[in-house]
């Protein structure tokens, strides 16, 4: 398989199942609070990168200093990030209006690469930024009611975009070249150690088991948080932050085709116009001035 066949794979499967999650997530939000839920899904986590460590035996960060922007990555993208994604649903905010704000990331991203990174972005670039974002807006539209905004669901959802902002740029910056199997599992234990205490002392860690709360769990943590999560990465290594962040305008497409196939929720024609522009401004950051890919 060719380099650009290889990214062009990694790229999509990091939309679908990203897109995937936001479902997935709503599903175990019915059976354990967040940082609860949180805490069973990254204590899983840690028990399959335990055993995937011992096996491939990867290497592990080589200082203290690195092994220090290893934890602040991690906490950043996942304990600031999901927490308080999981949080702002947690407390009343629609999936519509938390998908359009946790989309201003690339735009943000944008914005932090041109000031710290050196990455310079053409006009088409900008305009496709600002053309995805109007476009994710559209898709998720008919779902939006103002009425949810709360100020703590709001302060939740703007915490989680600071979070996978800073730890997407940091863990480009810092850890450019850091195993991330042994990452991962570094990450996760951070992240473990931070929320399973809020999980206990806060919400009672009460959860409500059943098979389908495990089959979610599995779900986020193999296909997300492991595969998903390296996969961006590994795209971020290879392009510009800006390009590869412009994908998660992506993941509400996939939201809408898996509620009209679980539960027959059709999308509106406004919704259908969104998918439309929502591609198209993907494509536009994607693409330089003389239209070959960046």
Same mark, same amino acid.
């Given at each position: /398989?060719? #380099?650009?066949?290889?990214?062009?794979?990694?790229?999509?499967?990091?939309?679908?199942?990203?897109?995937?999650?936001?479902?997935?997530?709503?599903?175990?939000?019915?059976? *354990? #609070?967040?940082?609860?839920?949180?805490?069973?899904?990254?204590?899983?986590?840690?028990?399959?990168?335990?055993?995937?460590?011992?096996?491939?035996?990867?290497?592990?960060?080589?200082?203290?200093?690195?092994?220090?922007?290893?934890?602040?990555?991690?906490?950043?993208?996942?304990?600031?990030?999901?927490?308080?994604?999981?949080?702002?649903?947690?407390?009343?905010?629609?999936?519509?209006?938390?998908?359009?704000?946790?989309?201003?990331?690339?735009?943000?991203?944008?914005?932090?690469?041109?000031?710290? /990174?050196?990455?310079?972005?053409? #006009?088409?670039?900008?305009?496709?930024?600002?053309?995805?974002?109007?476009?994710?807006?559209?898709?998720?539209?008919?779902?939006?009611?103002?009425?949810?905004?709360?100020?703590?669901?709001?302060?939740?959802?703007?915490?989680?975009?600071?979070?996978?902002?800073?730890?997407?740029?940091?863990?480009?910056?810092?850890?450019?070249?850091?195993?991330?199997?042994?990452?991962?599992?570094?990450?996760?234990?951070?992240?473990?150690?931070?929320?399973?205490?809020? #999980?206990?002392?806060?919400?009672?860690?009460?959860?409500?088991?059943?098979?389908?709360?495990?089959?979610?769990?599995?779900?986020?943590?193999?296909?997300?948080?492991?595969?998903?999560?390296?996969?961006?990465?590994?795209? /971020?290594?290879?392009?510009?932050?800006?390009?590869?962040?412009?994908?998660?305008?992506?993941?509400?497409?996939?939201?809408? $085709?898996?509620?009209?196939? /679980?539960?027959? $929720? $059709?999308?509106?024609?406004?919704?259908?116009?969104?998918?439309?522009?929502?591609?198209?401004?993907? *494509?536009?950051?994607?693409?330089?001035?003389?239209?070959?890919?960046?």
């Amino acid at each position: /398989m060719s #380099a650009r066949a290889w990214e062009s794979l990694l790229a999509w499967y990091f939309v679908t199942i990203w897109g995937s999650g936001f479902l997935a997530t709503k599903i175990g939000l019915q059976h *354990a #609070a967040p940082f609860t839920f949180l805490s069973l899904r990254f204590a899983f986590g840690i028990l399959c990168l335990t055993v995937l460590v011992l096996v491939l035996k990867p290497r592990w960060p080589a200082t203290r200093v690195e092994l220090g922007h290893v934890i602040v990555a991690g906490l950043l993208m996942h304990a600031v990030h999901l927490g308080g994604s999981h949080y702002s649903q947690y407390l009343g905010l629609s999936a519509g209006i938390t998908a359009v704000l946790l989309s201003v990331q690339p735009l943000l991203t944008a914005l932090f690469a041109m000031r710290w /990174m050196r990455e310079r972005l053409n #006009a088409l670039q900008w305009a496709g930024i600002v053309i995805g974002l109007a476009g994710v807006t559209l898709i998720v539209w008919h779902k939006i009611d103002v009425r949810e905004a709360t100020w703590g669901a709001l302060t939740a959802v703007a915490v989680s975009v600071a979070g996978v902002t800073a730890g997407t740029l940091y863990q480009r910056v810092y850890c450019p070249t850091v195993d991330l199997r042994a990452a991962a599992l570094v990450q996760f234990l951070s992240a473990f150690a931070v929320l399973a205490p809020l #999980a206990w002392f806060v919400e009672g860690a009460a959860v409500r088991w059943s098979w389908t709360l495990a089959g979610v769990i599995v779900f986020l943590v193999i296909g997300a948080s492991l595969l998903a999560v390296n996969a961006f990465h590994t795209l /971020m290594r290879r392009g510009q932050a800006t390009k590869v962040t412009s994908l998660i305008y992506l993941t509400p497409i996939f939201a809408v $085709v898996l509620e009209l196939l /679980m539960f027959d $929720v $059709v999308p509106s024609l406004v919704s259908l116009a969104g998918i439309a522009i929502t591609c198209l401004g993907v *494509a536009m950051v994607s693409w330089t001035r003389a239209g070959k890919p960046v």
